[in-house]
């Protein structure tokens, strides 16, 4: 089975850049979009990415995705770090009919 | 304004039964597919099933596969899930979440996302 794998966690200082990534298990990870979603504590999931790199309107460009075929693996990049940013983040794509979500990133901004 | 709202989460004991809706507004539900996601507490985002918007196409997750029955009612904007043969693995958040796309039969985006309701499965 398809799978995607994240860091547990990440941490930055405000202002600065912080990438997660997000590997696929087989296969090609180019073959099919890559979504991204923040959560914040007590919140349900809201996209920040979609489609391997389209931001849905009222997300800043301070978010951004890229996927790598090389490394098959999807980037979720967040530069200027604010505190508001600190979440869980998931990716998430699909094989066929089966959806696949990532095991979710905690980013801690301190 | 989109909006999804989740209901029919309780507390039930191991082997029994629940069935949650969804109602949706704001949007015309009956173009959308949509799709059920569980969050076990402290744990990850699990998808569980998918209908279309005809209800032509259904997906299950392994692991609710012959025990849970998505369906969808687009005359009252409403998708259910009902959950039989409830175990302890079970129990999580349960969301509704929009496909992004109108009129696709395989899962897409999702957005938007309900609150979710709760279910808890125990003795």
């Known amino acids: 089975n398809f799978m995607l794998t994240q860091p547990h966690s990440v941490s930055e200082s405000p202002g600065k850049t912080v990438t997660i990534s997000c590997t696929g298990s087989?296969?090609?990870?180019?073959?099919?979009?890559v979504q991204w979603y923040q959560q914040r504590p007590g919140s349900a999931p809201t996209t920040v990415i979609y489609?391997?790199?389209?931001?849905p309107s009222g997300v800043p460009d301070r978010f951004s995705g890229s996927i790598d075929s090389s490394s098959n693996s999807a980037s979720l990049t967040i530069s200027g770090l604010k505190t508001e940013d600190e979440a869980d983040y998931y990716c998430?794509?699909?094989?066929?009919?089966?959806?696949?979500f990532g095991g979710g990133t905690k980013l801690t901004v301190l | 304004e989109v909006q999804l709202v989740e209901s029919g989460g309780g507390l039930v004991q191991p082997g029994g039964s629940l069935r949650l809706s969804c109602a949706a507004s704001?949007?015309?539900?009956?173009?959308?597919?949509m799709n059920w996601v569980r969050q076990a507490p402290g744990k990850g985002l699990e998808w569980v099933s998918f209908?279309?918007?005809?209800?032509?196409?259904?997906y299950y997750a392994d692991s609710v596969k012959g025990r849970f029955t998505i369906s969808r009612d687009n005359a009252k904007n409403s998708l259910y899930l009902q959950m039989n043969s409830l175990r302890a693995e079970d129990t999580a958040v349960y969301y509704c979440?929009?496909?992004?796309?109108?009129?696709?039969?395989?899962?897409?985006?999702?957005?938007?996302w309900g609150q979710g309701t709760l279910v808890t499965v125990s003795s």
């Open positions: 979440a929009r496909d992004n796309l109108e009129y696709y039969d395989f899962p897409d985006w999702f957005d938007p």
């Open positions: 704001g949007f015309t539900f009956s173009s959308h597919s």
């Open positions: 209908i279309s918007s005809s209800s032509s196409t259904i």
């Open positions: 087989s296969g090609s990870i180019a073959s099919n979009y």
């Open positions: 489609e391997d790199n389209e931001r």
């Open positions: 998430q794509s699909y094989d066929g009919g089966n959806v696949v």
